[in-house]
C-alpha cells in the first residue's frame, strides 16, 4: 500500500498526543529532516515541548546557526547546548566505531537527561526511523552498525521513548515533512548520520581531523549540489567526504609533503538499507579534489569511492 502522509500525520498526532498528554517532551533537534519532522509533528500535536540542539563538535559547518533559522521559520523554540567539550574528552584515544557510536550515544541521553530535568521533561521524542533499528539488531537481526539512537541506548533512561518515525523509512519522512509544510531545503536535506562528523573520521578523533573533514564535507556538498543545479549531474542521495586516518606522501612545489586522505562518497539510494554508488563526471571530481587539496592544507590526496552497499556501509564507520 503506497504512504499516504495525510493518514500518518493525522494517526501520529493522536498518538502522540495520549501518549504525552500533559507531561512536557524533550527533542533532540539535530538538524536532519528526521527530528525536524519529529518536531513539527509534536509542534502540530500541541503538546509542551522543548527542542534542543546538542552542539557535540562533530556537527557540519555551521551546523548551529542554520538549525537554528530553520527552527525558527517553523515556530519550534530551540536550545542551543555546546557540549563539544564533553564529547571530545570522552572520545579521545578511542577508534573503535563501535565503541565511538556507544559513547556518543550514552553521552547524548546524559546531556538530554540534564535538559529534560533542567526542563521538566518526563518524555524524549526522538526521530528514530526503521533503518535504525533495523540495523542496530536483536530480535533475530544481526547487527551491522549500532544507530546512536538505538544501540547506544543505556538500559536505564529516566524518560520515556517517543518515536513518532519508527515505522517510516527516509522517503516517507521526505514526504510527511512536505505535508507538514516544513521548507522545502528541509525536508530534502541529505542524510545525516546520529554521530556526525565522527563517523567520518575514520578512526581516533581529534578536534583537528574534526575541522578536515568538515571543510571537506562543506566543499563536496556545494560543489555537488552546484553541479546538480547545473544539470551536470543526478543529484545523489547522499553524499559527503571521510577521512581516513593515515597519511600519504605528495608534492608541494619543490617539496615532499605528508598529508591525510580524503574520501569522497556519494550514492543513490531509496532507503539507506541499499546504495550504489553515484557516478559524479570527472569534470566535477576534478574541482573538488582541487578545492579540496588547495583549501585543506593538511590533505594531500582525494580518492573516489566506487562501492555499493552491500559490501559497504554507506558511512565508514
Ligand atoms: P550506513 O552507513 O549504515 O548508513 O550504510 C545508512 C544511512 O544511515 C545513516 N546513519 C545513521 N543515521 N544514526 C542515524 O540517525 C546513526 O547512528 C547512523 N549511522 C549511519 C547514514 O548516514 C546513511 O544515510
Not at 500535536?45 to 521559520?73: H, P
Not at 597519511?247 to 598529508?259: C, F
Request: net charge neutral; proline share 5%.
Amino acid at each position: 500500500m503506497p504512504f499516504n502522509p495525510d493518514k500518518f500525520i493525522l494517526s501520529s498526532e493522536k498518538g502522540i498526543k495520549s501518549a504525552v498528554g500533559k507531561e512536557k517532551a524533550i527533542i533532540a533537534l539535530s538538524g536532519g529532516v528526521d527530528s525536524f519532522v519529529a518536531a513539527a509533528l509534536c509542534a502540530k500535536s500541541g503538546i509542551n515541548l522543548q527542542a534542543v540542539f546538542v552542539d557535540t563538535g562533530c556537527m557540519r559547518k555551521d551546523e548551529a546557526k542554520k538549525v537554528k533559522a530553520a527552527a525558527d521559520e517553523v515556530g519550534v523554540h530551540l536550545k542551543i547546548v555546546n557540549a563539544e567539550e564533553q564529547f571530545l574528552s570522552a572520545l579521545a584515544g578511542v577508534d573503535e566505531p563501535e565503541r565511538k557510536r556507544k559513547i556518543i550515544g550514552e553521552l547524548f541521553i546524559r546531556v538530554f537527561e540534564k535538559e529534560a530535568k533542567e526542563s521538566g521533561a518526563t518524555f524524549l521524542v526522538q526521530g528514530t526511523i526503521a533503518p535504525d533499528w533495523i540495523e542496530s539488531g536483536g530480535h533475530g537481526r544481526d547487527t551491522i552498525k549500532s544507530h546512536h539512537n538505538v544501540g547506544g541506548l543505556p538500559a536505564k533512561m529516566g524518560l520515556t521513548l517517543c518515536e513518532p518515525l519508527r515505522e517510516l523509512y527516509k522517503h516517507e519522512v521526505r514526504i510527511a515533512g512536505k505535508s507538514l509544510g516544513l521548507p522545502r531545503y528541509v525536508y530534502e536535506r541529505q542524510p545525516f548520520p546520529g554521530p556526525g562528523l565522527a563517523v567520518r573520521v575514520v578512526g581516533e578523533i581529534t578536534k583537528e581531523k574534526l575541522a578536515i573533514v568538515r571543510e571537506a564535507c562543506d566543499i563536496a556538498e556545494n560543489e555537488i549540489d552546484r553541479a546538480s543545479a547545473e544539470g551536470k549531474m543526478e543529484k545523489p542521495w547522499q553524499y559527503f567526504a571521510a577521512l581516513l586516518p593515515s597519511k600519504t606522501v605528495g608534492v608541494k612545489g619543490d617539496e615532499r609533503s605528508y598529508k591525510f586522505t580524503i574520501v569522497l562518497r556519494a550514492v543513490k539510494s531509496l532507503d539507506g538499507m541499499t546504495a550504489n554508488f553515484s557516478h559524479i563526471p570527472p569534470e566535477v571530481l576534478q574541482v573538488i579534489s582541487t578545492r579540496i587539496t588547495n583549501e585543506i592544507r593538511e590533505v594531500g590526496r582525494v580518492v573516489y569511492d566506487i562501492t555499493n552497499k552491500p559490501p559497504a556501509t554507506i558511512e565508514l564507520e
